[in-house]
């Protein structure tokens, strides 16, 4: 039987980063598995999306909204969103990630991880609420 022990969580603050963030929580319930959220600030040279200066803060109230029964740690990384993903996953050992944002498509043609990348959808139902 398939059985998830370690996901990681790629966050970025964005609707669909705390959507990704309610899939793997969801998921970890079911499977009892621990969770890494990993969150990613661009390298200086490039142009900030808005919301990344306060990233250290949202990674620290997305931990702290994950229940008590679920183990949890979080990774602060600098560089580019699809290689350190990438790069936190291989060095964690990990068996699922969880992502939602442009990096998605990179990050599952460049593992054999299994991924799963989520979206906010245009229409019908808030999969979120």
């Known amino acids: 039987m398939l059985r998830y022990r370690h996901i990681l969580i790629a966050f970025d603050g964005s609707p669909e980063g705390e959507l ?37 803060e949202r990674l620290r109230a997305a931990a702290d909204g994950v229940p008590d029964d679920l183990g949890v740690t979080t990774q602060l990384l600098d560089g580019d969103v699809a290689d350190e993903v990438l790069r ?31 979206h906010r959808p245009n229409e019908g139902p808030d999969l979120a609420a």
Do not use: C, N, Y
Request: hydrophobic fraction near 50%; glycine fraction near 8%.
């Open 20 to 56: 990704a963030l309610a899939h793997a929580v969801a998921m970890a319930h079911s499977f009892r598995a621990r969770l890494t959220i990993v969150a990613v600030r661009p390298r200086p040279k490039w142009p900030a999306r808005p919301g990344q200066e306060d990233l250290e």
């Open 88 to 118: 936190a996953a291989r060095d964690g050992e990990h068996d699922l990630i969880v992502i939602g944002g442009a990096a998605a498509g990179r990050v599952a043609q460049d593992t054999e991880i299994p991924v799963i990348a989520v």
